[in-house]
């Protein structure tokens, strides 16, 4: 059974940082794509960050390009995701997921539907 289990999330100031971790089990990371998502209430989910197979290649959301960077330990099984600067509006519940599509294209970066699993989530408050 694929479990991603998210942790790291907390309520901290404008300005702070946070590590989030994604633990996986139930599959091999190194094959897979690995992403995080965020959803703030009454808002859709929406796209923030990804790592593919191979750790040189991550794209982010311009909203968080220059703060946030994510990154994987395949060892460990692990992804992360970096959070420096922390603001208001990044307040959001993150998820990470993870996509098997190959060749994993930039087109499918952002769209969730075509990731395979989720995780549960982790809030992240950032209070001003």
């Known amino acids: 059974q694929v479990q991603l289990v998210e942790s790291g999330g907390g309520l901290v100031q404008a300005g702070d940082s946070l590590r989030l971790s994604c633990a996986a089990s139930g599959l091999t990371i190194s094959n897979y794509a690995m992403g995080w998502f965020r959803q703030a209430p009454g808002k859709e989910r929406e796209f923030v960050a990804v790592i593919r197979r191979s750790a040189d290649n991550t794209y982010y959301a311009d909203s968080v390009k220059g703060r946030f960077a994510i990154s994987r330990d395949n060892a460990k099984s692990t992804t992360y995701l970096q959070m420096n600067s922390l603001k208001p509006e990044d307040t959001a519940v993150y998820y990470c997921?993870?996509?098997?599509?190959?060749?994993?294209?930039?087109?499918?970066?952002?769209?969730?539907?075509?990731?395979?699993?989720w995780g549960q989530g982790t809030q992240v408050t950032v209070s001003s």
């Open positions: 997921a993870a996509s098997s599509r190959t060749p994993f294209l930039s087109t499918y970066y952002a769209r969730g539907s075509l990731y395979d699993y």
